[in-house]
DNA sequence: ATAGTGTGGGAAAACGTTCTCCAAAAATCT
DNA sequence: AGATTTTTGGAGAACGTTTTCCCACACTAT
């Protein structure tokens, strides 16, 4: 090990002849290759002080000579504060995930925090172990997609006790933790909406019978609207899981009543009542509508493409990040904040007026105008562009 | 502040009026609750040393009661390892890597270890940054799935000097890292010997012209393949990117050539291919078959599904962690390891023989059987070939 | 002159672990 | 019995920062 006391000549790292670093660069070493204290050295590199302009430069320096890059870990010990948020959620192969985790990593990256990930298999135990660990690793705080409504109710309240925490798009409980979720209820009223002015009457319901809150407010606003706007009150309901294989069976449950729509609470099942129909030989969208919820990637090439509700997951993500911000800039309490967000309506092609409908055929398939979306919080809307296809 | 200094009793972890934690209990404490030195404490929780049984029987006593959680930031930055491993890659929301995510996630948290996620938006410069980000986090490894073969480079190799690392699913150059990635030679050809078996001749090519090494390595085998097991070599090539648009744009490209196969090199781009030969009445797979590349979510229910190539995920991220933890158990040195898995070829409708093919309309749409993988080497999945790019 | 008032800088105490020494006690060997 | 070795436990030094003191010096205001 020769290259141990290089006075700071302009070797920079210094390595082994395998060219793998040896010796990290420490502020001790900056301090002595800059003729002052470790102190200062600190000071000058973390500007919590002023510091004199030789001596500043000097450091500033040595510490780019030398390629001194601050240890994090003992930063966090020191200053108790890691600069990590664990992001915690049931299922990353769940299709709406993925861009969500995207927005929540940009997000917080711009704050030059980092995400520690923890995927749960859908299962509120591992959830509870998962939240565990990232409090052992000392997360500033947590941004949690809950597992379930009910069952991960307890360790998300226990975990709140110690950081800042931030549900994100399902909420468990009332009071739990701040949380920030698309406005189900709004959502599901412009579905129906739609569906009622293009004429449909007969609006049928498959849903999840899980205690997520997804499937308990996207069934509740079902029940209300439908009871609100049809003549007969709400339609048939089917309740299962938010799976495609539900989709499929879900219909043969509810084509018995005939119904003109089917309203799904969530585009996977969506898919799987379209993959049905088609196979029953059921016309979509003339015989019957379908809609869905969500907009999960690829909905929009469906056959037919489906209307759905789109989450306004970017808004989600900011508005999480900056609850978090507050919790952490301010201290730890006040009341809980609940926000929601309203979703933003799409219409394609699964839910056209029979009128409108193009004959199935070798031709383009027919694509209804996108209508804009009926309220739509903030402009910072949506990225993704499902450029309808013509 | 009155909890400070309760001695001990059953009270656990100390808590404010508002329900927060305001005192993390830390060895110190355990230590004289059991009435005895942090040292001590440290070896019964850590197991580094045996103890006297009555001694540590009162110390786990005392941490139990406690609430005792060891503090990892403290832990690694003594022991110089933060068993956080770090996760770059290009873009969570490109539909093929949220199922590696998620088995990464698994496979190095059933270790004991974290992950940080860290997403580039595909672009280099911010992959660089975020890698020399993970490293000041002190992350004991990481994981690249690079955003691109040429531009990804330098950073990976430097960051390779620090600490052990993998590159998943996209490799760059020969010798910068150990790397895992599917066998894309052993894929195109199962797709090339599929349709030539099934009766196809003219069989095009739509790719991306990128330096990705999945562009790259599935452009070469097909011209490789399709040039040995074709009349007149290989067909119509269209590079583009690996987007669906593309996809769209290459059919129109390759049309007029009168293929009876479109072999895409991935997923996506076949989506966009496929979309395309509908609108303009081309019958697939009457016509021509088209075949994709990943096995992405959802392909199966593409109209028709799709014929493709299945990225054999759980086993690159078992191999990518079991690579890991060599270098991170044994010295980080030794030659580079470089891994390719076989993938399984999933035959679909979109591929079907024209013979097979059902009339299209109301019946179920028909799936040929699957066939079995071709080559799939060990039961482990594994075809370690150190070195080899054939 | 003396007392105030900044200012630039260093020594050293944290932060919560792990781990290396040492010392005492207990067990084993001559 | 003494001379070893083996247990068991404690004191205290790391790890690399940030931060709190405190001192020395140069001014300015009495």
């Not at 299962?240 to 996977?268: K, Q, Y």
């Not at 383009?364 to 979306?373: E, F, I, K, L, T």
Request: aromatic share 2%.
């Amino acid at each position: 090990m020769p290259a141990r006391w290089s006075p700071a000549g302009p070797g920079a790292a210094e390595t082994d002849e395998g060219g793998r670093i040896v010796t990290d660069v420490t502020l001790r070493e900056v301090a002595r290759a800059s003729g002052c204290s470790v102190a200062t050295v600190s000071r000058v590199l973390a500007g919590t002080r002023p510091v004199g302009a030789e001596t500043a430069r000097r450091v500033r320096e040595a510490a780019e000579e030398l390629g001194y890059r601050p240890n994090q870990v003992a930063r966090a010990l020191r200053s108790r504060s890691t600069g990590t948020i664990g992001l915690v959620l049931p299922q990353i192969t769940n299709p709406f995930f993925p861009s969500l985790v995207r927005e929540v990593e940009h997000a917080l990256h711009a704050e030059g925090r980092a995400v520690l990930l923890a995927d749960c298999d859908d299962d509120p135990e591992v959830e509870a172990a998962r939240i565990a660990d990232l409090l052992d690793r000392q997360v500033d705080a947590l941004l949690v997609i809950a597992a379930d409504g009910k069952r991960s109710r307890d360790a998300v309240e226990r975990a709140a006790a110690h950081v800042p925490l931030v549900l994100l798009d399902r909420v468990c409980g009332p009071g739990v933790a701040d949380s920030v979720a698309t406005d189900n209820a709004t959502g599901m009223a412009l579905v129906l909406d739609h569906l009622v002015t293009t004429g449909r009457r007969r609006i049928c319901f498959a849903g999840a019978a899980g205690t997520g809150s997804a499937a308990v407010e996207r069934l509740a606003a079902y029940e209300a609207e439908a009871g609100a706007l049809l003549p007969h009150g709400s339609g048939r309901v089917e309740l299962g899981d938010f799976s495609l294989e539900w989709g499929r069976t879900a219909v043969d449950r509810i084509l018995p009543s005939r119904p003109d729509a089917i309203v799904c609470a969530n585009d996977l099942l969506a898919i799987g009542v379209l993959q049905r129909l088609r196979q029953l030989g059921v016309d979509v969208p003339g015989d019957v509508a379908v809609t869905g919820f969500d907009d999960i990637p690829m909905m929009d090439l469906a056959d037919p493409a489906l209307t759905t509700v789109r989450q306004p997951v970017r808004a989600l993500a900011a508005e999480a990040v900056h609850l978090l911000g507050h919790r952490l800039a301010g201290r730890n309490d006040g009341p809980r904040r609940s926000v929601r967000l309203a979703p933003e309506l799409v219409v394609r092609a699964s839910s056209a007026p029979s009128a409108l409908r193009a004959p199935r055929g070798a031709s383009s398939a027919p694509r209804a105008p996108r209508v804009p979306s009926v309220s739509s919080a903030e402009d910072t809307g949506s990225t993704r562009t499902p450029e309808v296809e013509q």
